[in-house]
C-alpha cells in the first residue's frame, strides 16, 4: 500500500517569505509526526497530532512555525518569515497510534528546504 | 530530559567484516530503544527496536540489546555488506509518542 507522502520533495526560498510543506500519512494512522533534520545532525521533534487531542508542539523552534492537520489526514507545516537556518529536511511520520505503546512510525521521504 | 548520544561517524569498514555502533542513552522512565536506517535517497526506516531491559532486536542479521545497567543499545552485525551502507539513527521513545534521535552515524562498505 501507499506509504507516507510529502511535497513539495525540493523547495527553494528566500529569506523573510513564507512556506507551507504537506504530508500524507498512512490511510488510517490516528498519530503524526514532523521532525526537522538539518546537515549533519539527527531529527529534532517539531510537532504530534494524536487524533482529536491537542496537538504535543513543544518541540516547534519559534512562533514562526505552525501546523494543521485535517481530521485523521493531511497536515500541513508552514513556517513564516523564513531565516536561514530554517534550511533543513522536513521529515513527517505517521503511525497507528501513538500512547503507551510505541507503534512504529513509518517516515515520508522529506522535503528539502533552502532557505536563500 | 531524554538524549541519545551515537558513536561518530563515518565508519568504513570491508565486506563481511564486523559492524558495531555504540549507543547509549539518558532518559527518564523505561524508555523503548529504536534503531532506524536511512539507505542513500530512501526515507528512514525502522531497522529493529526493544522495549523492556534485556530485549534482544534484530533483523536483517543486525542486532542490538538493551542493557540497562549500561543504558546502551549497541549496534551489531556479524558479516557487512555493501549493502548495508546507509546512515544509522539510534532512537528512544519514553512517551510512545516522540522519538528522540541521536545524530546518525554514516556506514559505508566497500566491496
Known amino acids: 500500500g501507499a506509504g507516507v507522502s510529502q511535497s513539495p520533495s525540493n523547495k527553494v526560498t528566500e529569506k523573510g517569505k513564507d512556506v507551507e510543506l504537506r504530508c500524507d500519512p498512512i490511510s488510517g494512522h490516528t498519530a503524526l509526526y514532523w521532525y526537522r533534520q538539518r546537515l549533519g545532525q539527527g531529527l529534532e521533534f517539531l510537532i504530534y497530532?494524536?487524533?482529536?487531542?491537542?496537538?504535543?508542539k513543544s518541540g516547534l523552534p519559534s512562533d514562526r512555525f505552525s501546523a494543521e492537520r485535517t481530521g485523521e489526514s493531511v497536515s500541513t507545516l508552514t513556517i513564516q518569515r523564513t531565516q536561514q537556518e530554517d534550511s533543513a529536511v522536513y521529515l513527517c511520520?505517521?503511525?497507528?497510534?501513538?500512547?503507551?505503546?510505541?507503534?512504529?512510525?513509518?517516515f515520508g521521504p522529506g522535503t528539502r528546504l533552502t532557505v536563500t | 530530559g531524554n538524549s541519545v548520544t551515537q558513536m561518530e561517524g563515518p565508519v568504513t569498514l570491508s565486506e563481511e567484516a564486523f559492524l558495531t555502533i555504540n549507543c547509549t542513552y539518558t532518559a527518564t522512565g523505561y524508555p523503548s530503544l529504536f534503531w532506524y536506517v536511512q539507505y542513500p535517497g530512501e526515507g528512514l526506516q525502522l531497522l529493529l527496536k526493544a522495549t523492556k531491559a534485556d530485549d534482544k532486536g534484530s533483523n536483517k542479521g543486525f542486532e542490538a540489546t538493551y542493557r540497562k545497567e549500561t543504558t546502551s543499545f549497541h549496534l551489531e552485525k556479524g558479516s557487512v555488506q555493501v549493502s548495508d551502507s546507509a546512515v544509522y539513527f539510534c532512537a528512544l521513545s519514553t512517551s510512545g509518542s516522540r522519538l528522540t534521535f541521536g545524530e546518525g552515524t554514516q556506514l559505508t562498505v566497500n566491496p
Open positions: 511520520a505517521s503511525s497507528l497510534v501513538g500512547g503507551r505503546t510505541p507503534y512504529e512510525q513509518y
Open positions: 497530532f494524536q487524533g482529536n487531542s491537542a496537538p504535543d
